[in-house]
């Protein structure tokens, strides 16, 4: 098979500063294409956990414990892996990316950032083969929402010479007053007889009516008095600042206008490449890309500018803009209370005083949630089972279906197991919701056949333990068992690569062929989430289309142990 899913992507799905721009596209378009889109954070700090109380808190106590913790700790890293659902071929093709963020600014902004390390969380990044330096040195920048409107409005503010405060000179301040007293008997001379230039004056010294030095040495105190005084009593005049000397010159409203414009144009860009990886986030929940396309033309090895097509970059983005906008994805974590906490105060700005604005907020950025923790320890009772990524994992890698594949260009963690790198962790969420939605559909009773006094709940039964051994349907196609199930087949141009189903496995709705016939679209705050072709298949081969029944159960629930109520809902 050959397509656009391999045509474009680059051949290391390790990110940093120097490739982000020219790889941006390619994720765009890879999450454009993506059924859903999983993730995972590590970060500088956790919550303390509170030695003095063992009672469990409210789910109001837990996010006050963990918004505290977010606004003092940052994401060091971001893990996000695209899954593609190839129809044809009952396949999925997953696509991960491993980001380190850095919490520097590198642009000049007028803005600062304060941020701290956990002593035991940056012990326990160290030991799991965390670099330390990568998210500062490598890094891909970032600006959050909040952040990026308060630079805007910082440096138009600085813009506006009307908004600085005057220094107010004090009767026994003698030198600086006569310094004053000179620049004005110099600017009354310049402006009578034009002299030494007749378009401009520059005070260099401090001692403007004397012989001038060769080299300018004004100082900064000197620079802001000179401001003052022509701001103050010349308003046909203006300043203009430079090292160590002030140029003066006739006000022309239509240069200053046009100096003004590329000021503004400048911060726009200024912010536009700090912003980085926050234009993932708005492709995430559906925000506005006010993207220069230029910006895409980078090469990936050396940040530089190349040759390129724009025609093609800005179609390519059009499409992927356009369908990200249209269609929202779902959005899968593990864990996914506290990443999204982190998420939120990291990329859109302060977080709301209450969990239930909140929950309102967070609602807005991501209509649809899937919590794979919620979904391996539903009607899990009073005992927590092991719910932790590896032992799900380990308890369903060797599920054979439905039949899952890693792109060629992203193959890192085919090979190896790297627990705790965020790319790697967003990976095996995404393998965890393939293989336990389509296990947990196959073993539960199809909601349309449930008995009318059944609720959703009950409709679907997660056992709490021994999920590898309940419902396994063998496969004759079944590939090499363990994590290598899901990678040992890459995406390439041949067909046979894929493993092509049996007639069997493809069993479509009336007589004849193959007939894709559109589920309905399943509308919420006026977008369209999810469009799932309706085809009747082999149980264990497929997830359960979203805007399904199946889904009434899971989606927007989020496990919290350790809380009186366990669990939080989204949507409520």
Avoid at 54 to 66: G, V
Avoid at 236 to 265: G, H, V
């Amino acid at each position: 098979i050959t397509s656009s899913h391999c045509r474009r992507l680059p051949a290391n799905m390790e990110v940093d500063r120097i490739s982000f721009a020219g790889r941006l596209l390619d994720i765009l378009e890879a999450m454009s294409e993506s059924h859903f889109i999983s993730f995972d954070l590590e970060l500088s700090g956790v919550p303390s956990k509170q030695a003095s109380s063992k009672a469990k808190m409210t789910m109001e106590e837990r996010y006050q414990d963990i918004k505290a913790a977010a606004e003092k700790y940052q994401i060091l890293q971001i893990g996000l892996t695209c899954v593609h659902q190839d129809f044809e071929n009952d396949t999925y093709i997953l696509r991960p990316y491993n980001f380190n963020l850095n919490p520097l600014l590198e642009e000049r902004l007028d803005i600062e950032r304060i941020f701290s390390f956990q002593s035991g969380a940056a012990e326990f990044l160290i030991a799991n083969g965390f670099r330390m330096d990568l998210p500062m040195t490598m890094g891909v920048p970032y600006l959050s929402r909040e952040e990026a409107k308060r630079a805007k409005k910082l440096a138009y503010t600085r813009f506006e010479r009307s908004n600085i405060e005057d220094v107010q000179l004090k009767a026994d301040e003698v030198e600086s007053l006569e310094f004053v007293r000179k620049v004005r008997v110099a600017i009354t001379k310049w402006k009578a007889d034009g002299k030494p230039h007749p378009s401009f004056l520059n005070i260099v010294s401090t001692d403007p009516e004397g012989p001038q030095p060769a080299i300018p040495r004004l100082g900064r105190f000197e620079k802001r008095l000179v401001h003052q005084l022509v701001r103050a009593e010349y308003p046909e005049l203006i300043t203009i600042s430079k090292p160590e000397m002030i140029i003066i010159k006739a006000y022309d409203a239509i240069r200053e206008q046009s100096i003004l414009e590329s000021k503004k144009k400048a911060v726009k860009r200024q912010i536009e490449r700090q912003t980085g990886f926050r234009w993932i986030v708005e492709a995430l929940c559906g925000g506005h890309l006010d993207l220069d396309v230029q910006a895409f033309a980078r090469d990936v090895r050396t940040g530089q500018p190349k040759f390129v097509d724009m025609n093609d970059l800005r179609s390519r983005f059009g499409r992927a803009e356009l369908d990200l906008r249209r269609r929202r994805r779902v959005l899968v974590g593990h864990n996914l209370f506290t990443d999204l906490i982190y998420f939120y105060r990291t990329f859109i700005g302060d977080l709301p005083a209450t969990l239930s604005e909140f929950r309102t907020e967070i609602h807005k950025l991501f209509p649809i949630v899937v919590d794979t923790k919620y979904m391996a320890t539903h009607n899990c009772g009073d005992i927590n089972p092991a719910s932790s990524l590896q032992q799900i994992d380990e308890q369903l890698r060797r599920q054979p279906t439905p039949l899952i594949v890693t792109h060629e260009a992203h193959q890192k963690y085919a090979s190896m197991d790297t627990f705790h790198e965020a790319g790697f962790d967003s990976y095996l969420t995404a393998l965890i919701m393939i293989r336990l939605s389509a296990k947990l559909d196959a073993a539960g009773s199809a909601a349309s056949n449930k008995s009318p006094g059944m609720s959703d709940d009950e409709a679907y039964e997660t056992a709490s333990d021994g999920l590898s051994h309940a419902n396994q349907k063998k496969s004759s196609n079944q590939l090499a068992p363990g994590t290598t199930a899901a990678t040992a087949e890459t995406v390439k141009g041949d067909s046979e690569t894929w493993g092509a189903p049996s007639e069997s496995s493809l069993k479509p709705f009336g007589d004849g062929g193959v007939q894709e016939q559109p589920a309905p679209s399943f509308m919420l705050n006026g977008c369209t989430y999810y469009l799932t072709p309706q085809m009747q298949r082999e149980p264990m081969t497929a997830m359960p289309p979203f805007g399904t029944d199946f889904w009434r159960v899971y989606d927007n629930k989020l496990r919290v142990f350790g809380t009186v109520e366990s669990m939080w809902q989204l949507d409520e």
